[in-house]
């Protein structure tokens, strides 16, 4: 589904951002099968011309085993972008420099709208309907302040070319009809279409994304930031759209847009991965490119932001967290603008301060400004900025009382002062640059799509992508730097952080009334907006919105689509070596693969045995564990030492669903870690310390650590509104997400709110209890990735760890059982928050994974979400998103997404056995949904996570291997069959309901549901 960068806002960026090595081969028997051609027998030289485009530069990096070619098509200009890899999951993209010099939303529209069908694809919305028929691994577009892309990712190589088919012709060729700005967009239409008596609102699906986004007080800041730290040009406005200025945009506006940033000039081509390159080059140039004629544009262009000649401070108001302490909802920024994006090795440096910063307790700014407590700690803007063409460095706390700013700004200055005084702790930095070498080594599934992202900055400013992908080149230009200077990165801190007129202080705090002011500027806009309407305009509006009603009620002819069918689909799973030993009592899972030298470890510790107290302390204890320290080793001396061997240390909180009883499940705590072969021994041993005499006397510590939580807990909800809401709706139906609810769900979010606020000793001493009774070997079983070769290094050190451990091995597969799904009532939910948006979720309980019927409410979930939810709840509704998942252990979830009329959803839910019984879909659709499914099913598996699903879940191959049978014999009868036994509303199944956002007592008109709304 397409998705809005507002930012790139993520939690604190660390250093080792750079993207991880791609998996050497997956489900290499299968591909290999499929794909003849490889593009590692094509070699070319700098000069050759081929298909119409001239190879400009080509170069390798070794460090990530890549071959590159930089070419450009001697006609048009575009540029092209190859990274030559032997990885099967192939990468294609296509960008656009996308301008926007106000805040009504057009570039962003405009993403919507080229994906609402093409000359060669005139069908609605091809891009939504591709995901039904195709294995793309990853499928999306996005837009981001100055630019708009549009990857996927495919191992097939059928797919990947009719992926690209689809893709370009949509950029290229784009149908752009008024009707589909009208749904993607914004528009004037009645509450109910077809009661012309019924007020007029504002409809449509980025609209309503974007009060969905600016529901988050986040968003509200970040964007805040950006525009006026770089006010003069495309980084003062919104270029997602600001709700209020998106109905200025006009069609034609939009339409003067696509012909100003995309044109092939303009365009950027990216490809990764073993697929030819060839073909792709000579069907861009047959198909799009060799009738066009380059175009000059100075409008794509960004300048440097202007420097300031002194700092600037500003305040801004947002709404009041209805969760949160109602005396610390403040938020401060410090940034200062940096060096331009293209100056790449000042970029690396910068980088690097701001960890050595910010990252850690070690770190100077987490020391002087979290750590006191007077803030419940960074904001998510907070780190580097390098995605805009001048970077920026943010410094940002939440969680501040008004009176603190002053504060935040002397305590960071003098901070700033001590560290150019005194620099940066070696062991720190040594720490760093040594994770750095971990990111290189480490490999990812996505590694194809994470180079797009991490090269497009650079890229879209005319920067070096070849000294951007030498990481090690750089590294070793900045240790130079350092030995020729051993104050180097002080002066650094110094040029940007202290003599630096190009300041911002901005400062954001609640406003009570916050809510009420934005819906009378919305209703305000509104009046404004009708009262400009004559009788004959409201009349052309009302005739246009049946047409728009119409056009989404047609049924499309999506024949004209290219399609990947059954027979493309393996029969076989690629099964996973395993083998399963014990080392001193303890089951060891083993599973060896190319790893590149990295050895991963993980441990499951079943939680049956504790009490229910304890368990409802399980998250956070997972969350403190690894930043508390030992009896010997303080927290700040355990960071250091963790980030020396490893940059992945943590507990994880797990309840994982029974696949044969829905009412089963399994607690547990899983610790992960992976390292360097030769510091498995020193891993290990960090490890031991932890589960010996793991430090549960820091109350101040403890304190810092929860606050923290709290707050980040509170961050993304708007988000993740459609998680939380399935999540809570689940709750009332099924045991192992009653218990998820009370360890991640609203319920929990309301409930470290609380423990923040009161004495850290009250959970510190379950916290205690838990350390005590989980630490051991007792109800653990283990499991290592590792390359071959290290075997006996592995074992060797593994089997000296379990023989340190505490206790004996008594059993690790428990599983709790529980009667709550025996109550047959339809309850309900409704959380109160204060978003300009709703999110809405149905469950019922069905079957679990083994059963013979969970293959046929798979493929009926898929369908219901492609052919029913996705056009009645999105294109009609105006919801952005809105879909049905069953989980493994029987749960039917229907959710929607950023929704104007959640409770109105719930109908659409409640209605889809009436829609299914009237056949409105085809065998073909039936297909479809089961390419859908397989494409969820084959999703690539880098080497270090092979055979987790066993380890975790009990999901062996032969299982596995049952379940795709069982999934391509899924006939049409066998849908109806499912969906008539398990959909019925008569049917007497427990069923939960649950609604987040406004308040709505719509819910309590509802009949034969209970519901409890919480304020």
């Known amino acids: 589904m397409m998705r809005l960068l507002l930012n790139n806002v993520g939690g604190l960026k660390r250093f080792c951002s750079s993207p991880k090595l791609p998996l050497t081969s997956i489900r290499k028997s299968h591909i290999a099968a499929q794909n003849a051609e490889r593009s590692n027998s094509e070699v070319y030289a700098e000069g050759d011309c081929i298909e119409g485009f001239i190879v400009k530069r080509r170069y390798d990096v070794p460090d990530l085993f890549l071959k590159c070619i930089e070419l450009e098509h001697l006609k048009s200009g575009a540029e092209y972008l190859h990274l030559q890899r032997e990885d099967s999951n192939n990468v294609f993209g296509i960008g656009f420099k996308t301008i926007p010099f106000d805040s009504s939303g057009v570039a962003h529209i405009l993403e919507h709208l080229v994906l609402c069908g093409s000359e060669k694809y005139p069908c609605r919305d091809p891009f939504m309907k591709m995901l039904n028929r195709s294995q793309a691994t990853y499928i999306n577009a996005f837009t981001g302040p100055d630019y708009t892309f549009y990857p996927f990712s495919t191992m097939n190589n059928s797919d990947y070319k009719n992926l690209m088919s689809v893709y370009l012709d949509a950029v290229f ?255 720190q930095l040594e720490g760093i640059l040594h994770n750095i070498e971990l990111s290189i080594k480490h490999q990812s599934e996505d590694f194809g799509i994470k180079m797009l992202t991490f090269v497009n900055s650079v890229w879209n400013h005319g920067g070096s992508v070849r000294t951007l992908l030498n990481v090690n080149d750089r590294l070793t230009s900045l240790k130079k730097d350092m030995t020729d200077d051993s104050k180097y990165l002080q002066k650094i801190v110094e040029k940007y952080l202290k003599n630096n007129s190009h300041r911002l202080i901005l400062t954001m705090s609640p406003k009570e009334n916050f809510d009420s002011i934005l819906q009378q500027e919305e209703s305000d806009l509104l009046k404004t907006k009708i009262e400009s309407l004559e009788e004959k305009d409201i009349e052309a509006m009302r005739s246009t919105n049946l047409l728009l009603k119409d056009h989404q009620d047609k049924k499309d002819d999506v024949s004209v689509l290219p399609t990947l069918t059954m027979a493309d689909i393996n029969k076989e799973i690629e099964r996973v070596d395993l083998k399963n030993i014990t080392l001193s009592g303890v089951p060891v899972q083993m599973s060896l693969q190319p790893t590149n030298g990295l050895v991963y470890v993980r441990g499951l510790i079943n939680a049956h045995h504790l009490s229910d107290e304890c368990k409802l302390m399980l998250p956070l204890f997972c969350h403190v564990a690894t930043e508390m320290g030992t009896a010997s080793k303080d927290y700040r001396e355990m960071d250091l030492l963790i980030k020396s061997v490893s940059e992945s240390f943590n507990f994880s909180h797990n309840i994982v669903e029974s696949l044969n009883n829905v009412r089963g499940f399994e607690e547990s705590v899983m610790f992960s870690s992976f390292c360097l072969n030769r510091n498995l021994e020193e891993m290990l041993s960090l490890w031991l310390g932890l589960f010996h005499y793991m430090a549960v006397d820091q109350a101040e510590r403890f304190k810092t650590l929860v606050t923290i939580l709290a707050a980040d807990c509170l961050n993304g909800i708007a988000d993740q509104g459609h998680a939380y809401s399935m999540n809570l709706a689940s709750s009332l139906v099924s045991p192992a997400f009653q218990r998820k609810e009370l360890s991640s769900g609203i319920t929990y979010v309301k409930k470290l709110q609380e423990i923040a606020q009161s004495d850290p000793e009250e959970s510190l001493h379950f916290i205690r209890i838990i350390s005590s009774q989980l630490l051991n070997k007792e109800r653990l079983r283990t499991a290592l990735n590792f390359s071959p070769p290290d075997e006996d290094n592995v074992l060797k050190h593994h089997s000296s760890f379990c023989d340190a451990l505490s206790g004996s091995f008594r059993e690790s597969n428990y599983e709790t059982f529980d009667s709550l799904i025996a109550d047959s009532s339809n309850k309900g939910v409704h959380h109160v928050i204060p978003f300009q948006i709703g999110y809405a979720a149905k469950s019922c309980v069905t079957v679990p994974f083994e059963h013979s019927d969970f293959a046929p409410l798979r493929v009926l979930c898929q369908l219901l979400s492609a052919k029913y939810l996705l056009p009645v709840v999105r294109e009609k509704g105006g919801a952005y998103g809105s879909g049905c998942r069953i989980t493994n252990g029987g749960v039917i979830n229907f959710f929607s997404y950023k929704d104007p009329n959640p409770v109105q959803s719930l109908d659409v839910f409640d209605q889809s056995l009436t829609w299914l019984m009237k056949k409105e879909f085809s065998k073909n659709d039936i297909q479809e949904a089961k390419l859908g499914v397989f494409k969820s099913l084959d999703l690539p598996v880098p080497p270090g996570n092979k055979g987790l699903s066993a380890f975790i879940s009990g999901l062996s191959d032969d299982k596995l291997q049952r379940h795709r049978t069982s999934l391509i014999n899924v006939s049409e009868e066998d849908v109806m069959r499912a969906a008539q036994k398990y959909l019925n509303l008569d049917s007497n199944l427990p069923e939960g309901r649950a609604v987040i956002g406004p308040l709505n007592k719509n819910v309590l008109k509802r009949s034969n549901e209970s519901w409890q709304i919480i304020e």
């Open 173 to 427: 060729r784009p149908k752009l009809r008024n009707l589909d700005f009208l749904q993607e967009g914004w528009r004037l239409e009645n509450e109910t279409i077809d009661d012309p008596n019924s007020p007029i609102i504002f409809k449509g699906v980025v609209f309503n994304e974007m009060k969905g986004a600016f529901s988050e007080n986040v968003n509200v800041f970040y964007m805040n930031v950006l525009n006026n730290l770089m006010p003069s040009h495309t980084y003062g406005v919104v270029s997602g759209g600001d709700p209020l200025k998106i109905p200025s945009l006009t069609y034609d506006n939009l339409k003067r847009f696509y012909s100003d940033y995309y044109h092939p000039s303009n365009a950027r081509f990216y490809s990764y991965g073993n697929f030819p390159l060839r073909h792709n080059l000579r069907f861009i140039n047959e198909e799009y490119l060799s009738k066009v004629d380059k175009v000059e544009s100075k409008k794509s262009e960004v300048p440097s932001e202007s420097r300031w000649l002194e700092p600037k401070r500003k305040h801004i108001y947002c709404q009041k967290d209805v969760m949160a302490d109602p005396e610390k909802q403040s938020y401060i920024d410090i940034s200062h603008a940096c060096c331009d994006i293209t100056d790449i090795q000042e970029c690396f440096v910068l980088e690097l301060v701001s960890t050595l910063l910010l990252d850690g307790p070690n770190s100077a700014l987490y020391k002087s400004l979290v750590e006191p407590g007077i803030a419940s700690g960074f904001n998510p803007v907070t780190g580097f900025t390098n995605f805009t063409k001048t970077t920026a460095l943010n410094v940002a706390l939440q969680g501040l009382n008004d009176k603190d700013f002053d504060w935040a700004i002397n305590t960071f200055d003098k901070s700033i002062e001590e560290v150019i005084e005194k620099g940066f702790d070696q062991r």
